[in-house]
């Protein structure tokens, strides 16, 4: 299952400059938890966020671990969870509360950075009880209760990381979790300057307009995975994990500047067949980020 999902906007940092970025008290829980659990993976040699900054409180990252998972909890629980059985959320446990899905995956997550399920998640994985794999499904809304025996290393790696911590780690342009896949942007590898440029893009976008944008993003991995025959005809569709998957944001010498430009392209090559007011609607977006992507230096 492939589900779109980008993480929310930093109302607070877009705009910034990028040399500001890391002074900028105002990182909001989205952030901060992306810097604290790509800590967290490079002790055990694992890439988290490129567009993290660096961790460097006082604090001992177990508890930081902790907190950053609690302040996101707190922030976003509201209106990305539900706690009534038969809600049509089939990872719902029921007679759990809002501060038992809280407490209980704070406390997964603390014993996996203490018991080394960060450097082999799997195993870590394996030793935990159905309550508790119960539990993670309802944090990550999976469908399907967890198989521990049948993951990849970057399934069972995200099922250990908060929502908007999760990494693509072998970039093939999706985030598997569990035995979904989700497409993200920006995501784990999306460079600090073209987040940025998003940020600034899409700060007064409502959230549907904002995730239609995401979608047309991810459009250019769905159709590079797409085969034609020499008529044309559609053919077939390449699947993650097949040996002739492409992840096109992954090859040498893309640009995001040239993606706004070819959809740029595209809008005025046909735009007598679109109406007037998505057009415009279009051209603003794509002109505003390409332009933003410059500002940032992308």
């Known amino acids: 299952m492939i589900r779109s999902t980008s993480a929310p906007i930093d109302s607070h940092d877009t705009g910034l400059q990028k ?4 002074s900028n008290p105002l990182r909001t829980a989205e952030h901060q ?9 490079a002790e055990v040699g694992k890439q988290g966020y490129v567009s993290a900054q660096p961790y460097a409180e006082s604090t001992p990252l177990v508890e930081a671990v902790a907190t950053s998972w609690e302040q996101w909890f707190n922030e976003f629980s509201s209106t990305r969870y539900s706690f009534v059985a038969e809600s049509g959320s089939p990872s719902v446990r029921p007679n759990k509360t809002q501060d038992d899905l809280r407490v209980d995956y704070r406390q997964i997550l ?4 203490q018991r080394g399920g960060y450097a082999d998640p799997s195993s870590y994985l394996k030793s935990l009880s159905q309550e508790e794999l119960a ?3 309802q944090v990550h809304h999976l469908a399907d209760p967890i198989s521990t025996g049948s993951l990849s290393s970057e399934a069972a790696l995200n099922l250990l990381l908060p929502p908007d911590a999760q990494v693509d780690e ?9 035995a979904a896949y989700t497409y993200r942007f920006p995501d784990s590898n999306t460079p600090e300057n073209v987040r940025l440029a998003w940020e600034a893009t899409t700060k007064d976008l409502s959230e549907q307009e904002r995730m239609l944008r995401v979608m047309q993003i991810g459009m250019r991995l769905l159709t590079a995975n797409m085969h034609f025959d020499a008529n044309g005809q559609y053919v077939r569709s390449s699947q993650p994990g097949d040996v002739d998957w492409v992840n096109p944001q ?9 993606m706004a430009n070819d959809w740029l392209d595209y809008l005025n090559r046909f735009s007598a067949q679109i109406p007037p007011d998505q057009l415009q609607r279009d051209l603003r977006f794509w002109s505003s980020f390409q332009s933003n992507l410059g500002l940032f230096g992308e």
């Open 135 to 137: 539990t993670i499904q």
């Open 19 to 22: 040399k500001d970025r890391t």
């Open 170 to 178: 072998n970039r093939d342009g999706l985030t598997a979790v569990g």
């Open 110 to 113: 603390t014993n996996a950075y």
């Open 33 to 41: 938890i992306q810097d604290v659990f790509s800590a967290v993976l």
């Open 250 to 258: 992954a090859t040498t010498g893309f640009s995001y500047r040239g």
